[in-house]
């Protein structure tokens, strides 16, 4: 096992959720209201514009978190990944996000559909989208990528936890290949570079494939030509490749790697410097990840505390 462990699993959890709260602001912005807003770009948790994404303040993460949180917490109590007891957490947290309008962070419509059926008892195995491409699965996924050793493992539990709310093969393909590229990095010392290759051998849609083969080949080439190229919107068609590309265009710079995703616009910011934001935390560990971020970052005692119980947990029974 290697000794800085701890450090990476930290990084992984506090890299999302930096990532997603400061990708909230710039979510769906026109890129007329992006330069009215944000005339010199996004650089640290600000304030969203007048009336967008509800009441959520510089800082506060978004339901990207809520629900990777959840997943890291089912893995502690479950000793890995049950998808009945995750969905039954995932009903419960839809139920108090659909009860009180100011407890929604903005729960995408597959999740919200996914989860309501939860909540009515429909089985997890029935309950997911067989339609959908939205990146909901992903943008949870990397405390599978933690929890898991060998990477094969990992991506077929990532495939296993995407099924409650997202059942369409690319999505349980693009979740197993995040998940693959966390555990190569975190577990067996994989450079970003090695790590996204590799994991192209784990998934099992050529479509998809090949999108994040683009990701990899265009990784040194400008943004403004590759958020062109791969897109940068909500399907895991483009989201999900777009923040593998954010995560390879600087891979020795976290806050490079997210506030590029952060100031992609027009894109779903949020869950691309959520994945964007992981994946790098994985590579670089805590002494990539700017004491700044992590002091203004809601609920980091929390996550500090859930990433040492996952730790303690994947070494007792990750494999
Ligand atoms: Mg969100």
Same mark, same amino acid.
């Not at 405390?143 to 991506?155: A, D, M, Q, V």
């Given at each position: 096992?290697?000794?800085?462990? +701890? ?8 890299? /999302? %959720?930096?990532? @997603? ?14 330069? +009215?807003?944000? &005339?010199?770009? #996004? =650089? ?19 339901? @990207? ?13 479950? *000793? ?7 969905? +039954? ?8 996000? %659909?009860?009180?309008?100011? $407890?929604?962070?903005? #729960? ?27 990146? !909901? ?28 709310? =997202? ?6 393909? %693009? ?5 693959? $590229? #966390?555990?190569?990095?975190? =577990?067996?010392? *994989?450079? &970003? ?7 192209? @051998? $784990? ?19 400008? &943004? ?31 806050? *490079? ?14 869950? #691309?410097?959520?994945?964007? !934001?992981?994946?790098?935390?994985? =590579? ?5 990840? &700017?004491? +700044? ?20 947990? /994947? ?5």
């Amino acid at each position: 096992m290697r000794k800085d462990l +701890k450090s990476h699993f930290l990084a992984t959890l506090y890299g /999302a %959720a930096i990532g @997603d709260a400061l990708g909230v602001p710039s979510e769906g912005l026109t890129i007329t209201m992006y330069e +009215k807003y944000f &005339p010199n770009g #996004i =650089h640290d948790f600000v304030p969203s514009p007048p009336g967008l994404h509800g009441s959520l303040q510089p800082g506060q993460y978004s339901d @990207d978190t809520e629900q990777l949180l959840i997943l890291a917490n089912s893995l502690v109590q479950d *000793k890995g990944l049950d998808i009945h007891n995750f969905s +039954k957490r995932l009903a419960n947290w839809w139920r108090i996000s %659909a009860g009180v309008p100011s $407890m929604n962070r903005g #729960i995408g419509k597959t999740s919200w559909a996914g989860c309501r059926k939860l909540s009515l008892g429909v089985s997890p195995f029935e309950s997911g989208s067989q339609y959908s491409l939205s990146n !909901g699965s992903v943008m949870r996924v990397a405390p599978i990528g933690l929890f898991y050793r060998n990477p094969r493992n990992s991506s077929s539990k990532a495939r296993v936890s995407s099924i409650p709310t =997202h059942d369409k093969r690319e999505c349980k393909e %693009a979740a197993a290949y995040i998940a693959s $590229m #966390i555990s190569f990095m975190v =577990h067996l010392g *994989k450079s &970003p570079l090695q790590a996204a290759k590799a994991s192209l @051998d $784990m998934i099992k849609d050529k479509r998809l494939e090949n999108r994040f083969k683009k990701a990899i080949r265009y990784r040194k080439q400008k &943004p403004e030509k590759v958020a062109k190229i791969l897109g940068t919107r909500q399907t895991v068609l483009q989201s999900v490749p777009y923040a593998v590309y954010c995560f390879l265009h600087n891979q020795t710079s976290y806050e *490079k790697a997210v506030l590029l995703a952060v100031n992609s616009i027009p894109g779903d910011t949020d869950t #691309i410097s959520c994945i964007t !934001g992981a994946l790098s935390g994985a =590579h670089l560990g805590m002494k990539g990840i &700017p004491k +700044k971020f992590i002091k203004n970052l809601e609920d980091q005692k929390r996550i500090r505390s859930l990433g040492n119980k996952l730790l303690s947990k /994947a070494a007792q029974f990750g494999f």
